[in-house]
């Protein structure tokens, strides 16, 4: 069963390979329990894919340290 168009998911992939498989892993789960009856929609992809970044986001912290030069004087 093709419950969703594989450029589309492959697309994702190529960007972010772990929303992918977590795509892949919610899908597989509603199909085997039944919930999927019919090709996903585009609109559904998107909403599957912003619930996946809400569960999985990640705090980037940026630390910016500046290195002096042998001509920086501290006098």
Known sequence: MRL??????????????D???GVEDVLLRAAQSGGISEKVSEE???S?????????SKQT???IQRRRSV?????
């Open 48 to 56: 599957l894919l912003e619930q996946i970044n809400t569960h999985t």
């Open 61 to 63: 912290k940026v630390t």
């Open 4 to 17: 969703l168009k594989d450029e589309n998911l492959s697309r994702i992939a190529l960007v972010k390979p």
């Open 19 to 21: 929303k992918a498989r």
């Open 71 to 75: 001509l920086d004087d501290d006098d």
């Open 44 to 46: 559904r992809l998107i």
